[in-house]
Every structure is written in structure tokens, then in C-alpha cells.
């Protein structure tokens, strides 16, 4: 698995296969995309994504235990890790 991060114009942290895939989970339901979108989409490793993953979901939950926070992140496959809140559904 791969990981993709967005900045503009809503954050957003995805699984994908590929850069085509993550910006296809992205565009899905809330933006048409041109070739211009690419610049704002970058390939972050695996340790970077599973930290910026792991901040939040610490956050949101502080009785989480490490085994299980990173079983969340393992599981992610073509899809959102992390999203904006006004996007989110």
C-alpha cells in the first residue's frame, strides 16, 4: 500500500494502490479534477502516514492502545485515513 497526501483544496491522507487510485477516492464525491490537482497530491511513507494517523485517532480516542491503533491504519486499503472535518459525511 501506498500513501497519498492532499493539501489543497481539503486535507487528506489516503491508502491507494496508486496516485490515480488516491486521487480517484478523493474526486469520487466532491470535486471534478484537472491535471493542475496532481501538484497538490504528494506520496508520503508509510511511517509519515501512520504517524499523522496515529496523532488523531490518539486524539480522538487516548484510551487506544498502540496494537489496536495500528491495526485501524493496517486495514485502510482505497480509502481516506484522514479528511478534512467539513468534508467529512
Do not use: Q
Not at 26 to 54: I, M, P, Q
Amino acid at each position: 500500500m501506498k500513501y497519498f497526501e492532499v493539501v489543497a483544496p481539503y486535507y487528506a491522507l489516503i491508502a491507494a494502490e496508486d496516485e490515480k487510485t488516491a486521487i480517484e477516492i478523493y474526486s469520487k464525491d466532491w470535486f471534478e479534477v484537472d491535471e493542475s490537482f496532481n501538484e497538490n497530491v504528494t506520496e508520503v511513507d508509510r511511517k509519515c502516514a501512520l504517524g499523522k494517523f496515529g496523532d488523531v485517532v490518539s486524539r480522538e480516542n487516548p484510551d487506544i492502545h498502540l496494537t489496536e491503533m495500528v491495526g485501524k491504519f493496517e486495514k485502510r486499503s482505497n480509502e481516506f485515513l484522514l479528511i478534512d472535518g467539513r468534508l467529512a459525511k
